[in-house]
């Protein structure tokens, strides 16, 4: 059962307004987040993360909010720009920290 | 520059022909792992190290070996692909389990017939 659940496959936005991105998980023992973006033919990159003792991480443009009652992360970008058109993964951290456990990912267009 | 490195980026071969994805390591990272990514699955771990000579099953461990002999290098063995194992591969690396952001290579496509 999938552990980590981004159930938004697609989401486009105009240029200049916000992107809310969606995460949702299962197992309480999860106690960090990280989003990673990517671009196709490159490697995923990181882009901002959160510990489940915090309920809002803020990165310039990026901000993570966490709802840990309701097991529930997002990402909002803000004001969104073409060039954050990506694919963007919720991961969760296990926690011996030995590995990521993703979500299937959401795709984000930005239009100009 | 800091990198991570996955020889070869694009790979077409056949059943059962025994081949290597290489990672490589800059960054002194005692942490390395090993992800694959399928249309509608995201990111699946296959195999993780914490160190020279220490490597552990991930979650999608079947039909694949590594190996660490040396810090910088984390080989992905494939003894006998299989259609199945067509994906694209991501090796990861970062400093020690006490940090938890992984840098990710550029990722090597595998195509098995």
């Known amino acids: 059962d999938q552990q980590v659940k981004q159930n938004s496959p697609s989401l486009s936005v105009q240029e200049g307004r916000i992107s809310i991105l969606n995460c949702d998980y299962t197992?309480?023992?999860?106690?960090?987040f990280l989003w990673y973006k990517k671009y196709p033919a490159e490697g995923p990159t990181f882009l901002i993360s959160?510990?489940?003792?915090?309920d809002k991480n803020e990165d310039g443009r990026f901000t993570v909010f966490l709802n840990k009652s309701a097991k529930h992360l997002s990402l909002h970008i803000v004001p969104s720009q073409p060039g954050d058109s990506a694919v963007y993964f919720c991961?969760?951290?296990?926690?011996?920290?030995?590995?990521?456990?993703f979500g299937k990912g959401t795709t984000l267009s930005v239009s100009s | 520059e800091a990198q991570v490195t996955q020889n070869p980026r694009y790979l077409i071969t056949v059943t059962g022909k025994k081949l290597t994805v290489t990672c490589s390591q800059n960054?002194?990272?005692?942490?390395m792992s090993w992800y694959r990514q399928d249309p509608g699955l995201g990111l699946r771990q296959i195999y993780y190290?914490?160190?020279?000579?220490?490597?552990d099953k991930g979650d999608v461990p079947e039909g694949y070996k590594v190996s660490r002999k040396e810090k910088r290098n984390f080989p992905l063995i494939l003894e006998s692909p299989s259609p199945n194992q067509t994906s694209l591969y991501f090796c990861?690396?970062?400093?020690?389990?006490?940090?938890?952001?992984?840098?990710f290579g550029p990722g090597t496509r595998l195509t098995v017939l």
């Open positions: 990861a690396t970062k400093p020690g389990l006490a940090t938890n952001e992984q840098f």
């Open positions: 190290s914490m160190n020279v000579e220490v490597t």
């Open positions: 197992n309480s023992m999860f106690d960090y």
């Open positions: 960054m002194n990272h005692e942490y």
């Open positions: 991961a969760a951290e296990t926690q011996a920290g030995t590995a990521l456990i």
């Open positions: 959160i510990s489940s003792i915090k």
